[in-house]
């Protein structure tokens, strides 16, 4: 599992495993990397508030939030991600878009799409049944499911789920 500790929104975006966004504030989504343990797939690892029924999202966000000046450099190093990094990678920025206007005051500055589960890659899908993101220094629980276009340069489809508080979950299994 990822750091709870994040690099700003002015570090240099070419490192693969943590892309940095910007939007109305900074975002970054986490990919787990080789020297994190591997974080079970069991459902008792999952936080009970993440399992149930996912919701369709109405509206998509990447677009939008890659066309924002700030994210000039995020752009061009998605297009040099090898696939499985670039739909990681795109499919977290949505899920921040998504969090982010939800209508529940969340600011999200961090996504990590491994936290509790290891996410599923299939094709052009990538499914997050127990992810975290930070919103005003606590964490929360995340499932998602999102569906990119075959070039990955779109969303067709994402539902999700934001659970509960696991800020003591997520600081225990890190060590903190």
């Known amino acids: 599992m990822a750091s709870t ?3 700003s929104a ?23 990397t ?6 079970t797939a069991s459902a008792a690892a999952i ?9 369709a999202a109405k509206r ?7 066309n924002a000046p700030a994210m000039a450099k995020a752009r061009e190093a998605i297009k ?31 996504v990590i799409s491994n936290a509790f589960a290891k996410p599923v890659i299939d094709g052009s899908k990538f499914a ?4 975290a993101f930070r919103s005003k220094q606590k964490w929360y629980g995340i499932a998602y499911e999102c ?17 509960a508080d696991v800020t003591a979950e997520l600081k225990a299994r890190v060590g903190e």
């Open 5 to 7: 500790e994040t690099s």
């Open 10 to 32: 002015a570090s240099d975006v070419t490192d693969a495993s943590a892309l940095t966004t910007t939007d109305s504030g900074a975002a970054q989504t986490i990919d787990e």
């Open 34 to 39: 080789a020297s994190e343990p591997e974080p």
């Open 47 to 55: 936080p009970p508030s993440l399992t149930g029924a996912l919701h």
């Open 60 to 66: 998509y966000y990447l677009e939008a939030m890659l």
């Open 80 to 110: 040099k991600l090898p696939p499985e990094k670039r739909l990681t990678q795109t499919c977290n920025i949505e899920a921040v878009g998504q969090i982010g206007n939800a209508g529940k005051g969340y600011e999200p500055d961090a």
């Open 128 to 131: 997050v049944p127990g992810g």
């Open 147 to 163: 569906t990119l276009s075959d070039d990955m340069s779109a969303v067709k489809s994402f539902s999700f789920r934001v659970g």
